[in-house]
């Protein structure tokens, strides 16, 4: 129900896109977020939208170079990342929400359905 795609290999300083397609019961009211995992790392959250764009949640390590964005009519969130560092690499996973919670938006537990992730490698 959750599909990301748009990972691969850059370099440091490239730029990246990732896009997340919902589809089947995932509705475009609910809240997205991605998260991602880094090699012998836990699952850590990166960012997430509110459905109507109201509101965008950064992590503090990729503020002013992530952004979190939706397309409701194509039932898609896509996250930028700009100035791509070695420490970015690790596999990026896309969720949402039924409920948005100001407490829960960054824990995984927050979150109602995962995609399978998509690989991004950052070489220095």
């Known amino acids: 129900q959750l599909q990301a795609s748009g990972g691969g290999l850059v370099q440091a300083g490239d730029s990246l896109r990732l896009s997340c397609a919902a589809s089947?019961?995932?509705?475009?009211?609910?809240?997205m977020g991605w998260f991602r995992q880094a090699p012998g790392k836990e699952r850590e959250f990166v960012a997430a939208?509110?459905?109507?764009?109201?509101?965008?949640y950064y992590a503090d390590s990729v503020k002013g170079r992530f952004t979190i964005s939706r397309d409701n009519a194509k039932n898609t969130v896509y996250l930028q990342m700009n100035s791509l560092k070695s420490e970015d690499t690790a596999v990026y996973y896309c969720?949402?929400?039924?409920?948005?919670?100001?407490?829960?938006?960054?824990?995984?537990?927050?979150?109602?359905?995962w995609g399978q992730g998509t690989l991004v490698t950052v070489s220095s």
């Open positions: 939208i509110t459905w109507s764009d109201a509101w965008t």
């Open positions: 089947g019961r995932i509705l475009r009211s609910y809240t």
């Open positions: 969720a949402a929400a039924i409920a948005f919670s100001y407490s829960n938006y960054g824990r995984l537990n927050g979150y109602d359905y």
